[in-house]
């Protein structure tokens, strides 16, 4: 077996050549197995061990066994004991899911502190079956029946192409010791039903049913792999990215027959769970919104919105004093005077510095604002009705700021000048305000 899982890291993860490996190691069957596989193919390792205190004298029993067979042959190893039942109390976890959260978060600690390139996991296929059974029980899509990825980021799986059959044969020929888990043994968990129940049923009703497997699990992860071709490519055609936001045409996208599907794709790695509010979405009003803990996608008129929610700036209020020349936060604005006007742009004004107040104030616009819009002879106009007018969206409106003279409007900057404040024949002393 030491030559095929050569030939297989070769073939599909050759970078783990010549790199530091941290291996994650229980004392089990099969992480025994992974060590000694990769001690004999003569890779630069080290061994992680967690202790999550759960069974007791077992637990430290697991722990010498590690400590002494890394001492034996010279393996640097790194051990850590968790107060497991705690950590899970404390944040409403099963244990399962603290143990799990309490090791991964320690392997990524080492990993950086120590300087290795990957962490080594023993999963094999048995474990990939039990994962697509657990996910096929509870209902999932295509990626949830493509089972245990081999790389998760720097997390690497080298032995998921072997069987409990083949580490167990291995194990028995190299005459490898290891440590019994006994809640292994134990239907408490769902993972052990199936390992106990479902799977022998499985395997007397097709005694090549791990081969069966593994092809279903190839075609799925080549199925997975179009679905991913196919959600970049009518992404190109469907979405656009303006200003940090994503906006998604909904006239196009209702021309998918499975729109719903791409939207899946798309959103799932912001965090979006909500997928029936999701696609409710697309027909219902504007102004409607689906949230994150970090994102936020918005229903505005013929488009969907995916936004970040960002933080509160540090000061919600900022003012530019007299004959002050640039402004860097929270907009890049250009002031000074000048003998004339030139053609004037949403991003350029023109005023009659004669009529300021200074300080000028910069803040978020409020409502029941109201200015006198240029180009509308005097006529005041709530900034609200404004925005409902121009068509602006609720992202946009949330990141408009007002350029303010006193309690008057000088500026919706980068949409509309206030007509109070416009340069005439008479203007003496002439302001340009740029946003750049």
């Not at 899509?141 to 192409?161: A, C, H, M, S």
């Not at 004037?344 to 006198?372: A, Y």
């Amino acid at each position: 077996m030491k030559n095929t899982l050569q030939k297989h890291i070769e073939k599909e993860i050759p970078f783990l050549n010549k790199k530091r490996l941290l291996l994650a190691v229980s004392g089990g069957l099969d992480s025994m197995v992974l060590l000694h596989l990769f001690q004999e193919l003569g890779f630069d390792i080290a061994i992680a061990h967690c202790n999550f205190q759960l069974r007791g004298m077992e637990s430290f029993g697991d722990q010498k066994f590690i400590q002494e067979y890394a001492d034996a042959n010279k393996i640097p190893i790194y051990v850590t004991q968790f107060d497991t039942e705690g950590f899970a109390k404390d944040y409403k976890l099963s244990t399962q899911v603290a143990a799990r959260e309490l090791r991964y978060n320690w392997f990524y600690e080492l990993l950086e502190e120590e300087k290795f390139d990957y962490l080594l996991t023993a999963h094999h296929a048995d474990d990939n079956l039990e994962t697509f059974l657990i996910n096929f029980t509870r209902g999932t899509g295509l990626e949830g029946l493509t089972g245990i990825p081999v790389q998760n980021d720097k997390i690497i799986r080298p032995l998921l192409f072997l069987t409990r059959n083949d580490i167990d044969n291995y194990a028995k020929e190299h005459h490898i010791q290891w440590r019994e888990d006994s809640s292994n043994a134990s239907d408490k968990y769902v993972r052990n039903k199936i390992r106990h129940h479902l799977i022998p049923i499985l395997k007397e009703l097709n005694p090549n049913f791990m081969t069966s497997f593994l092809k279903t699990e190839s075609y799925l992860r080549q199925s997975q792999c179009m679905a991913d071709d196919a959600a970049i490519m009518v992404y190109q055609q469907v979405a656009h990215e303006v200003g940090g936001q994503i906006h998604f045409d909904l006239n196009k996208l209702l021309q998918l027959s499975n729109y719903q599907s791409y939207l899946y794709q798309w959103l799932k790695d912001f965090g979006f769970t909500a997928w029936d509010d999701i696609y409710d979405l697309v027909n219902s009003q504007s102004g409607k919104q689906v949230f994150t803990t970090e994102y936020r996608l918005l229903k505005d008129r013929d488009s969907l919105i995916v936004s970040s929610l960002g933080h509160d700036e540090i000061a919600k209020e900022f003012y530019i004093e007299e004959n002050q020349a640039e402004v860097k936060i929270p907009l890049n604005f250009s002031l000074c005077k000048v003998d004339d006007i030139s053609v004037g742009s949403n991003k350029t004004i023109f005023v009659d510095e004669d009529q300021l107040v200074f300080p000028l104030l910069l803040r978020k616009w409020k409502t029941g604002d109201v200015f006198m819009p240029f180009g509308m002879n005097g006529k005041s106009k709530k900034v609200s009705k404004f925005f409902k007018d121009e068509k602006i969206s609720l992202i946009e409106k949330e990141n408009t700021w007002i350029l303010c003279s006193g309690d008057q409007i000088v500026w919706v900057v980068g949409m509309r000048a206030d007509n109070r404040f416009k340069t005439v024949n008479t203007t003496k002393n002439i302001l340009r305000i740029e946003l750049i």
